[in-house]
């Protein structure tokens, strides 16, 4: 009995510790090196450079998101959300805010079963993932997980200089809009 | 400005179909801490036939949730009856889609654990009822849905492999 013991206790305590780390990682942004007007550059995230393939780094234009169906004609939060994902729909809340009083910026919400081929190109393994589009069809930055305001607009500052503030994107903390209260929808 | 399914501009852009009936958030959360007690007195009770009486029970439970959704389970019930009238209303309704995803992936765990505590080895108990047990308490503390967590990438396995 006391080995069982042990082992309850044992479980318990991984899964509290992988339930803390999983928190820790909800919404972080992570930079696509490479990518137009990436300050940060470097190797820092390799994975998700080739993971992005078309859609980041040097050459590449609107042509793939247009073949999946996706218009980018600005700055874009390209959000993939699933029927079965509660994160999602607080995610799509807070993109949502954010997008109301920028008008050059847009949000773009696909299900990731109707686009099972830009799911595979873009690397995405979970709901949501947030991509940060640039005019040109660059993914410059992404998150995945629950995703509140502060890192949306953290996520925004890997746009090209020139496209954030052509569409007054406020700064990296949105100190610009005051009058929005944080929502921090971790969940 | 935000794409609906409506937008012709964007004619692959689908937002998230239309949401049935919204459900209150922590009715699913309190019901995987109903189940994390059950799965934690399987696992203490080992590779025995108390153990997989327990467990049966369990999948029993989910296999409601997996049909009806996670607020037609009796662990719903007990939250709608006892729980629910002490705490007063939700400050967050959500989809019952999600919990009811969550409760097939414990069906799953818990049924083939039982079947296989009858069929095989009563040793696949204690071992289905700790997988089950780390999704239950994932899911009480902190939200998180384990099998919601692992949907893309099962959705793109299953792809590749068709």
């Known amino acids: 009995m006391t080995a069982r013991v042990l082992v309850l206790v044992a479980v318990v305590v991984l899964t509290l510790a992988l339930g803390a780390w999983w928190r820790s990682r909800q919404g972080a942004v992570r930079r696509v090196p490479g990518a137009a007007g990436s300050a940060a550059g470097g190797a820092q995230d390799a994975a998700h450079s080739g993971a992005a393939g078309a859609f980041g780094g040097g050459d590449s234009s609107a042509a793939p998101w247009r073949d999946a169906g996706v218009r980018i004609d600005g700055p874009t939060f390209v959000q993939l959300s699933s029927e079965i994902c509660t994160a999602c729909r607080s995610t799509a809340r807070v993109l949502r805010g954010i997008v109301e009083d920028r008008p050059a910026l847009r949000h773009v919400e696909l299900d990731v079963a109707e686009h099972p081929g830009l799911v595979r190109e873009l690397g995405v393994l979970r709901t949501p993932t947030v991509l940060v589009v640039s005019a040109g069809g660059h993914v410059v930055a992404r998150t995945s997980g629950a995703t509140n305001r502060r890192q949306a607009l953290d996520a925004l500052a890997a746009l090209p200089a020139r496209e954030h503030a052509a569409a007054d994107l406020g700064g990296p903390t949105g100190v610009r809009h005051p009058d929005h209260t944080e929502s921090p929808e971790r969940r | ?162």
């Open chain 2, 1 to 162: 400005m935000t794409a609906n399914p409506a937008d012709p501009a964007n004619p692959g852009a689908t937002a998230t179909g239309a949401p049935p009936a919204q459900i209150d958030a922590r009715g699913p959360r309190f019901g995987a801490a109903l189940t994390s007690v059950l799965l934690a007195v399987a696992l203490l009770l080992g590779a025995s036939t108390a153990g997989l009486v327990v467990l049966t029970v369990v999948a029993a439970g989910f296999a409601v949730g997996a049909v009806r959704g996670a607020q037609h389970t009796w662990q719903g019930w007990v939250f709608r009856t006892l729980v629910r009238p002490r705490i007063g209303a939700p400050s967050e309704v959500e989809d019952p889609r999600p919990p009811r995803f969550a409760q097939q992936v414990g069906f799953a765990i818990t049924g083939i654990g039982a079947v296989l505590g009858v069929t095989v080895t009563l040793m696949a108990v204690p071992v289905a009822a700790a997988i089950a047990l780390v999704a239950a308490v994932l899911n009480a503390v902190f939200g998180l849905c384990l099998g919601c967590e692992l949907y893309v990438l099962g959705r793109r396995l299953r792809t590749r492999a068709g």
